[in-house]
C-alpha cells in the first residue's frame, strides 16, 4: 500500500466551513499528490507537491490550498466549503520510477 | 476530444474467458501508461505498467502498447469474478522539470459472469 494513510476517512460538513484533509506516507517520497474522483469524471489532480514547501496547482485547483511543511504530510484545505466539492478525494505519492500508488481516501460531504 | 477515452462499459465477460479493455489517448508525447483496478469503494489498485510498443505480461495480465496508433489495451486471461471491478487507464507525460502529468480515463467496469 507504499505506506500512505489519509484522515479523515470520511466527513460530513456545512457550506461555508473550512476543511482540512491529511496524507501522511512513510516511505519519504519527494512528489504528492492530491486527486478528487466523481462520477462520469474520473480522477482529477487538485494539487502536487515536488518537495517541502513546493507545490503546485493542478486542474481543478480553484477553491482548494496545499501546504507541504514536512516530507510525510500533504495536506489540502477547502477554504469554504461548497457542495460541488463534495466528492472522494484520494491522495497519491510517486515512486522514482514514476509508478503512483494511492491511499485509502477521504469521502467529504458538503451539505 | 478526452485526452484519455475509454468505454465505461459495463463489459461483461464469461468466468474463464478474455477480457479485452481499451483506451486510447491524444498525446503522442505520453511516455508512460498505466492500468489500475478500482473495487467499489476502494482505492485505485496500480496493476501493469507498459513504456514501451509491445505487449507485457505479468500472470493472467497482458499490456498491449502501440504509440502509432496511440492505443493500449489490457488483457485479462482466464477472468474470474474477482476481477469484477472498475479499470482505469492513465497516461503519463513528463515536462522538463521532471514532472509528470498524469492523466486518467473514466474507467471502464468489467464484470465477470459466473
Known amino acids: 500500500d507504499a505506506g500512505i494513510t489519509q484522515s479523515p476517512r470520511h466527513k460530513v460538513t456545512e457550506t461555508g466551513t473550512p476543511v482540512t484533509l491529511r496524507c501522511h506516507q512513510t516511505e519519504n517520497h519527494r512528489y504528492m499528490y492530491w486527486y478528487r474522483q466523481d462520477p462520469g469524471h474520473g480522477l482529477r489532480l487538485i494539487h502536487y507537491?515536488?518537495?517541502?514547501?513546493?507545490?503546485d496547482k493542478g486542474e481543478v485547483s480553484d477553491g482548494y490550498s496545499v501546504s507541504r511543511s514536512k516530507t510525510e504530510d500533504f495536506l489540502l484545505t477547502l477554504e469554504s466549503a461548497t457542495s460541488s466539492q463534495t466528492s472522494v478525494y484520494f491522495c497519491?505519492?510517486?515512486?522514482?520510477?514514476?509508478?503512483?500508488?494511492f491511499g485509502p481516501g477521504t469521502r467529504l460531504t458538503v451539505t | 476530444q478526452k485526452e484519455v477515452e475509454q468505454n465505461s462499459g459495463p463489459l461483461s465477460v464469461p468466468e474463464g474467458a478474455i477480457a479485452s479493455l481499451n483506451c486510447t489517448y491524444s498525446?503522442?508525447?505520453?511516455?508512460?501508461f498505466f492500468w489500475y483496478r478500482q473495487y467499489s469503494g476502494k482505492s485505485p489498485e496500480l496493476i501493469m505498467f507498459i513504456y514501451s510498443n509491445g505487449d507485457k505480461e505479468d500472470g493472467r495480465f497482458t499490456a498491449q502498447l502501440n504509440k502509432a496508433s496511440q492505443y493500449v489495451s489490457l488483457l485479462i486471461r482466464d477472468s474470474q469474478p474477482s476481477d469484477s471491478a472498475t479499470y482505469l487507464c492513465?497516461?503519463?507525460?513528463?515536462?522538463?522539470?521532471?514532472?509528470?502529468?498524469?492523466?486518467f480515463g473514466i474507467g471502464t467496469k468489467l464484470q465477470v459472469i459466473p
Open positions: 498525446d503522442r508525447g505520453s511516455q508512460s
Open positions: 492513465a497516461v503519463a507525460t513528463l515536462n522538463s522539470g521532471g514532472y509528470q502529468k498524469v492523466t
Open positions: 497519491a505519492i510517486r515512486t522514482a520510477t514514476y509508478e503512483q500508488y
Open positions: 507537491s515536488y518537495g517541502v514547501k513546493d507545490t
